[in-house]
């Protein structure tokens, strides 16, 4: 499969388990990253753990493997635009999702994830694996 893909957090959680139908999907995959705050949402996960050390490991692991997009003001404004066109539509979705929305739209990306809730954002290129 080619193309340019934004790993949400479910979809890295779900790599991190091994499953196999996302391992394959991510073998044929081009131009896979990852935005800053799904790394955040993977410490906070790992931070509350049983196992903080070793998920924090491998966290850094990850990291250093793949290709991290930062937040910069043109992520601001894109989230702007997507929050208040929700709040419009009495669609509210998770903050970090927007923010992770907003990253795919910057960088011209296909989102990856498993959340429904990313349905409500128009124009939003998006897949499940």
């Known amino acids: 499969m080619n193309g340019k893909y934004l790993l949400d957090t479910n979809i890295v959680i779900a790599l991190f388990a091994n499953d196999s139908a996302l391992v394959n999907e991510i073998a044929k995959a081009h131009d896979i990253s990852i935005p800053a705050i799904v790394i955040g949402e993977l410490f906070y996960g790992a931070n509350k753990s049983g196992r903080p050390q070793e998920n924090t490991r491998r966290i ?43 990253t795919a739209f910057q960088y011209n990306l296909t989102l990856i ?17």
Do not use: M
């Not at 994830?113 to 694996?129: C, M, Q, V, Y």
């Open 60 to 102: 850094d692991k990850f990291v250093s493997d793949n290709v991290i997009l930062k937040c910069d003001a043109e992520t601001a404004r894109l989230y702007g635009e997507i929050k208040s066109n929700l709040q419009k539509k009495g669609h509210p979705i998770p903050e970090n999702d927007i923010w992770i929305a907003a």
């Open 113 to 129: 994830s498993r959340d429904k809730h990313f349905n409500a954002i128009r124009g939003l290129k998006l897949k499940k694996w």
